[in-house]
């Protein structure tokens, strides 16, 4: 495992100022001790969504040719049985829609999106049609939507079956990008992490968020990091993490084991993952934990939150699924004369054969960073390729996915459409450094020459040949940076 390393504030400007780009920091700084707050309740209205920057990747279907591999999800496959006998090919790029068999056809231009209804059996369905990189798509348009305080929520009746809350539908959290319905239903609030409930029983279903209470072994910092990565992870179309105490314990044992033996972001990568039972500190637990875990050599979290999430290798610790929990635990100041210790225990996708890779920003997320933090290991081909401030790294994540030829491109969203964004990419099949990961994590990046603009809306592009099939994989979606 990698080890962020966090240089002086004083040598790498970039990376000390890197997340106070992010709304959150102001926000989470001045409220981690709040008291709880009460349960808050709203009722569950019928919405559309007409944002075609917004559906995610997995509730969308090419309306002109039919979903294969990964991308066939119940909701694609639904959308394509429905549509493709309403939409034909029409000049320059443009869709005919008719809203039945026998229609006489709408011509719909690629620059416009449009909700239509269709005929679905007896009943009707509401269907959002957007073009992407010159391809038509169909996704829901059908929502349900609930304001609790200053809280709001949409669910995205994906498959179109009238229910809204199954694990094929997907939410979100204040306009930001959506992610699975899942069990646990936890999500980030102002000061804490909340979990929502939906009351069926009624004509109209009912919202009830409740604060969770911070466990009584937690301090402030561990608090702040847990919502500092809830808001990332939820730009990532994922949900919370929920601290673990056992991983934390370990991540505070491993930190006192790294300030013990006085070790900096110049120690080698094999000493800081790991713990020698000769040395000062050592625990056997620390020693599996030191292997698991992600470190940043600073006593700033949000400086840590940041090095980690917004770096290529150090992100897959923090988009894994939130069964286990995370563990957060730093140590302020050391013998060694540097900031701290911050380490962090999370969880990394396990993406099967079949599965559907994790693009990161998501589709439809509002507020990404806009620059790549440094970290260790470097590209190896280029020694010098942090001394630059490099933009956004854009990444998918595919896993087991049997993915060749890969390409992976950026667009900015510009007056008279969209201009390509210089950058590089690296995969397992050009990979950021071979002697430390020859699979490069399984994941795509695109990192941007420059920064990327800020409050501007760009388009990712990956392509790759996936193996047994004639069709290209193709994903394509939208992401805006922060204000």
């Known amino acids: 495992m990698a080890k962020k390393r966090t240089k002086p504030r004083t040598a790498v400007a970039y990376a000390a100022t890197a997340f106070v780009q992010l709304s959150t920091v102001v926000a989470f700084l001045s409220c981690m001790l709040a008291a709880q707050g009460a349960v808050l309740r709203a009722e569950l209205k019928p919405a559309v969504l007409d944002d075609p920057r917004s559906p995610p990747l997995g509730a969308e279907a090419p309306v002109l040719r039919a979903p294969e591999g990964p991308l066939a999800t119940a909701a694609s496959t639904r959308l394509h049985a429905l549509t493709k006998d309403l939409c034909s090919e029409a000049e320059k790029g443009k869709l005919a829609f008719r809203s039945a068999p026998g229609k006489t056809p709408a011509v719909l231009a690629p620059t416009k999106s449009q909700v239509v209804t269709i005929p679905d059996g007896a009943n009707t369905v509401k269907v959002l049609l957007y073009c992407k990189n010159q391809m038509w798509y169909a996704s829901s348009a059908s929502m349900l939507k609930g304001t609790a305080g200053k809280e709001t929520l949409e669910f995205l009746d994906a498959d179109l079956d009238g229910d809204f809350f199954s694990p094929k539908d997907f939410m979100r959290h204040g306009g930001n990008a959506f992610r699975p319905v899942d069990d646990h239903r936890l999500m980030l609030l102002q000061d804490s992490i909340g979990q929502y409930e939906i009351d069926t029983s009624q004509r109209a279903p009912r919202l009830a968020i409740k604060p969770l209470p911070w466990p009584a072994w937690t301090d402030a910092t561990q608090r702040l990091g847990t919502c500092l990565v809830a808001e990332c992870r939820q730009l990532g179309g994922l949900s919370p993490f929920w601290l673990d105490e056992n991983r934390s314990s370990l991540c505070r044992a491993h930190a006192n084991y790294l300030d013990q033996n006085k070790f900096t972001f110049e120690t080698s990568v094999l000493q800081t993952h790991a713990e020698e039972p000769d040395r000062p500190g050592y625990t056997k637990a620390g020693a599996d934990a030191a292997t698991k875990v992600v470190i940043s050599f600073t006593g700033d979290m949000t400086e840590a939150v940041t090095g980690q999430i917004w770096s290529m290798f150090h992100r897959a610790a923090f988009l894994g699924p939130p069964d286990d929990g995370m563990g957060i635990a730093m140590k302020v100041g050391s013998l060694a004369g540097i900031p701290g210790y911050t380490v962090f225990w999370g969880n990394r996708a396990s993406i099967p054969a079949d599965g559907m890779p994790i693009c990161f920003p998501a589709a439809g997320s509002r507020g990404s960073a806009t620059f790549c933090a440094r970290e260790a290991p470097g590209v190896k081909d280029d020694p010098n390729f942090y001394n630059t401030q490099r933009g956004l790294d854009v990444s998918v994540t595919y896993g087991k996915l049997p993915l060749s030829n890969i390409k992976l491109e950026l667009f900015l969203e510009a007056k008279g459409g969209l201009r390509s964004v210089p ?42 040949d996936l193996a047994d099939s004639k069709v290209p994989f193709e994903l394509v979606w939208w992401f805006e940076t922060q204000q």
């Open 423 to 464: 950058g590089r990419q690296f995969s397992h099949e050009r990979p950021v450094n071979a002697d430390f990961d020859p699979k490069n994590s399984s994941t795509a990046f695109f990192v941007a020459d420059q920064m990327l603009k800020t409050a501007t809306w760009y388009m990712a592009a990956f392509r790759a």
